[in-house]
């Protein structure tokens, strides 16, 4: 194959191999450019815990959850948002095509893949309180048998089985930095070839270059991610009229490959970018004791029980517990004028409700080890939590709550939370435990969740008092502000064809993924619904791919 295909796709993440195998199914030839090695092939998705966003599933009504097409299009909806007439135009299309596609087709297409979710579904983002606003009615969140790495599994093993047919031709460590447009259409790319890296997957490589390089093709399909690897780009978008300051101090959840450059670039040859500010970023991250890419962040998992202070000790208001709502929760901690907060838990809780996310951090799910995932629900804490407990620097673990306390302020110095506060905090908490009822929402909220029987087994403690000596030892975790995903970018229609913004077509021109705000230039709107990330790489990917095996010559 020479240096000139059908398709070029920019990107060799998730989106990019959804649109490559759609392109291949159709016999079309693509080259697919990314500035990091083979090693990195998946990109962020192989990182990933493997949610998948899933309606009226076979797995959601074994477990007696009635969902619909018209419940989830209600929930994204109210969770979105959309109040922008031009700029909400094409997400708010995508909006209802994703809520079909998973009503309908998606988990067939994804099972013809080989590709299994887990009997159970996880109930993410629990909402904000009201019928009408941000948050999932119901458990939706479908975890994928075997993780990320799976996901990126079914669609890799196929693209690399046309390249063996001669249809691919990876090009790694070839980074783009310039679309070439002639007569207004995309017709290839040039470009920088970088040295080459024998670095692990997600470790930082180098840019150092050491050529050029230019490819022509009938399209060109841009599916670089977002900009969470970039906190400069994040700063400059941050919206701080909405949420307020931008934080002094943030980890990061994805690799510093992610770094929204091609956005820039794809503006800069004539695509239209909309809702930059809108992202997605997590307020429960602690530092990886084992990171791979530099401030490498994780994110905790948390069920609803553990009992959520700011940095001076004050407990979060209602509705603002774990699980519930991550953008309003930001917003919160954003305005105290600090960066980190804290949990108060029991060890009873950790092992029953604290999950890590992330595919390393899940090897029982990873690895496909059947035995190994029921052990979750015996005593002790899952190993890779266990080994936070023992190594993390975001853990204190003491036996009394005064310990506690001494051991969070050695942590913050600088921010010293007071005894006697926290003291009040935990045991007004604990008072409304005593009882079968209870004024405290967020004790309504765990009662709620253990009426779903796979969170009462499984995911969510029996309340208990958190000074009670056999739910003991207390731990406290430090939160840090992470960096996560870019909820606008490249507008587009609903074949991902890139849009100008004059709000024309731009010829041979399309994106999907991140980097298109999963679709359309944001088609979550404000707000995300969990386990819809990876969901919409692989629809958009998929509309890009089969729009061009259809219109190509």
Known sequence: MS???????????????VATYELTRAGRRVIVVDQESEANLGGQAFWSLGGLFLVNSPEQRRVGIRDSQELALADWL??????????DHWPRQWAHAYVDFTAGEKRDYLYRLGLRVTPTVGWAERGAGTATGHGNSVPRFHLTWGTGPE???????????AAERGLVVFR???????????DGA????????????????????SREAVGEFALRAQ???????????????????WPVDRVGPAPKAMITGVPAYVDGRMLEITEGAGGSIVNRDRMWHYTEGIKNWDPVWPDHAIRILPGPSSLWLDATGRRLPAPLFPGHDTLATLRHIVHTGHDHTWFILTRSIVEKEFALSGSEQNPDITGKDLKLALSRVKKGAPGPVQAFLD??????????????????????????????????EVTARDREVGHAFSKDLQLMAVHNARAYWPDRLARVARPHRLLDPAHGPLIAVRLHLLTRKTLG?????????????DGSVFDGLYAAGEVAGFGGGGVHGYNALEGTFLGGCIFSGRAAGRALARSLA
């Open 3 to 17: 240096d000139d295909a059908d398709v070029i796709v920019v990107g060799a993440g998730l989106a990019g191999l």
């Open 391 to 424: 190594r993390g620097e975001d853990f204190v673990v003491r036996r009394t709550l005064r310990e506690l306390v001494a051991g969070m302020n050695a942590l913050e110095p600088a921010t010293p939370v007071d005894f006697t506060r926290v003291e009040g």
């Open 219 to 237: 399209a060109v399909v841009v599916t670089s991610g977002g900009i969470g690897g970039n906190h400069e780009l994040v700063r400059k978008n």
């Open 151 to 161: 996901v990126v599994r079914v669609f890799a093993e196929p693209v690399r089985a």
């Open 489 to 501: 970018g490249l507008e587009t229609t609903l074949e991902s064809q890139v849009v100008r913004p």
């Open 172 to 182: 790694h460590r070839h980074r783009v930095d310039e679309l070439i447009v002639e």
């Open 186 to 205: 995309a017709v290839g790319v040039r470009g920088t070839t970088l040295v080459p890296s024998a670095e692990p997957r997600g470790v930082a490589s």
């Open 78 to 87: 109210d969770s979105a948002g959309f109040d922008r007439e031009r700029e």
